[in-house]
C-alpha cells in the first residue's frame, strides 16, 4: 500500500480544456484509480455545472482544482513532465507507450512530483507545451480513428499508473478449488452412477469418463459445488431406484 | 496485423443503459480501439441525438448497432461471454483483471465470436445477466471509489484488448541515437572548450567531466543534436577569440 503516497505525488494537469464535461469526467477517472491532484490551465469553463455532474462524486477534486494561468505555474516543483500526445512530432522526443512510461513514472513520484500533461480537446498539446516534457506518452490506437476523449485518455493512463503500483488489491475472491480426493470422490460416484441407471450399454465407459474429467478439471470445482453434483448423483441413484422398482413391479402383473 | 480480424469477432453488448450519451462515448472508445460490433439491450433511448454527439465520428458503429430484446439475442453464437464486474459475487466464478483475461479473450475470438457484456450504469450486471458469462472481469480500482464511468470501462477493456492483440504500431518514430564515436567527439571537444575558456581552473576537470557525461549518456544524443551541441562549442571559442581581439584592441587604444 505504500505505493498510494507515490500516486499522491502525481498531478493531472489539463490544458485550455474546451468542454467542463470533459474536466468533470476527467475527475471521476482519476479518482477511480486513486489519483487526487487536478490542475487546470486556462479552462474555458470552470467552475461549471457541467463538470460537477459529469463528475459524479469526484467533485472534491474539482474543489481542489489549481486554477493555473500558464503552464510553468502548472509545472511549478514538477521533476518530471509527461506529455500526451496523438501524434508523430517532428521535435526528437522518444514518444513512450503508456506501459512503457508508467513504472518510470511511480519511480520519480518516490521521491518528486510528476505532471500528466494533457492537451486540449481539439488538437492535444502545442509544440510550446510538448517541450516541456520529458517524456511523451502515446496510447497506441486506430490508424483510421485515433482521438480518445479527454477523459477516456486520463482513464487509460490513471489506470496503467494504478495497474503498474499495485496498489489495488483484486476485490474478487479467487476460486478455492476442491482437493484432489475430493474431486476423485466425485468421479467415481459419476462413474458408479452412469452404471448404475444404465448409461453406459451403448457407450464406451473409459473414453466418456476421460471426456468428463476433462470438463470438470476445466471447470476447477470447488467443495461445494462437488457436494452439489453429488447431491445430484444421489438423488439420481434413488429415482433410478424407484423406476426399476416400478419396472419390476409392471412386469409382475 | 492478422489479429485485427480477432478483434472483427468481438463484440461489445451493453445491457439496459440509461443514458444515451454513453452509448455514444462507449462506440468512440470501441472504435478508437479498432473494435466495430455494438449490441444494445433495451436501451433506454436509441437512437438519440446525444449518442451521435458523443460519437464524434464512430457513428458508423450506432448505425450498425444491433439492438435486442433479450441477453440470449445479444449473445448468440458466442462461445466466450466476459461479464464486466464491479463487485464481489456470490456465485463462484473467477474473476479476472482485465490484463489477465484479454489474451484469452483474443485466443478465443481467433475462431469463434466473443461477447465482452457491460451491465446497467447505476447497478452493474444483474445475477441472471452475470450467470451468462463464462469469466468475470474486474477493472482494479480504488475501493474508496470505484465506479468507472460506463464507457471509461469500455475504453480500459478495449485499450486492453487492443494491446494484447499488438495490432498497433507505434506511431511515434524512435530515438536514433548518435553512434560512440560522435558522442566521444562530443565529449572531446566540450573538454577542450572547457579548458579554453578558463572553467576548469576552480574545478577537478576528471569529476567535471564524468557528471557531464552522466549528464549526456542519459539524453542519449542525436546525430543532430550533437552536431548542434558542437556548433555551440565552436562559437563560444571563437567568440572568446572575438572577445580576446577586442580587448586587445582596447588594450591597445
Not at 467552475?47 to 511549478?76: F, S, W, Y
Not at 519511480?107 to 518528486?112: D, G
Request: with cysteine.
Amino acid at each position: 500500500m505504500y505505493k498510494q503516497n507515490h500516486l499522491n505525488n502525481i498531478r493531472v494537469v489539463l490544458s485550455h480544456t474546451t468542454h467542463p464535461g470533459n474536466i468533470g469526467a476527467a475527475a471521476r477517472a482519476m479518482k477511480t484509480m486513486g489519483l487526487r491532484h487536478l490542475y487546470l490551465i486556462n479552462p474555458s469553463h470552470f467552475p461549471d455545472a457541467q463538470a460537477v455532474a459529469m463528475a459524479a462524486g469526484a467533485d472534491d477534486l474539482l474543489q481542489n482544482a489549481v486554477l493555473c494561468g500558464t503552464i510553468d505555474e502548472a509545472l511549478r516543483d514538477v521533476a518530471l513532465t509527461v506529455g500526451m500526445t496523438a501524434r508523430m512530432r517532428d521535435i526528437s522526443n522518444e514518444v513512450s507507450s503508456p506501459r512503457e512510461a508508467m513504472p518510470r513514472v511511480l519511480q520519480q513520484a518516490e521521491t518528486h512530483p510528476v505532471a500528466l500533461l494533457f492537451g486540449t480537446e481539439m488538437s492535444g498539446l502545442t509544440n510550446e507545451e510538448a517541450s516541456r516534457a520529458q517524456l511523451l506518452v502515446n496510447i497506441p490506437a486506430s490508424q483510421d480513428f485515433s482521438s480518445l476523449n479527454l477523459a477516456a485518455a486520463v482513464q487509460v493512463i490513471a489506470y496503467e499508473l494504478a495497474v503498474a503500483a499495485e496498489v489495488f488489491q483484486p476485490v474478487a475472491q479467487t476460486l478455492q478449488p476442491a482437493p484432489h480426493e475430493q474431486v476423485e470422490g466425485l468421479m467415481e460416484h459419476l462413474e458408479k452412477t452412469l452404471f448404475e441407471i444404465g448409461f453406459f450399454t451403448t457407450q464406451n465407459p473409459q473414453r466418456m469418463m476421460q471426456r468428463l474429467r476433462r470438463l470438470y478439471a476445466r471447470a476447477r470445482l470447488e467443495s461445494d459445488e462437488i457436494n452439489i453434483l453429488r447431491g445430484i448423483l444421489s438423488v439420481t441413484t434413488e429415482y433410478n431406484g424407484r423406476l426399476k422398482a416400478r419396472y419390476r413391479q409392471e412386469e409382475d402383473v
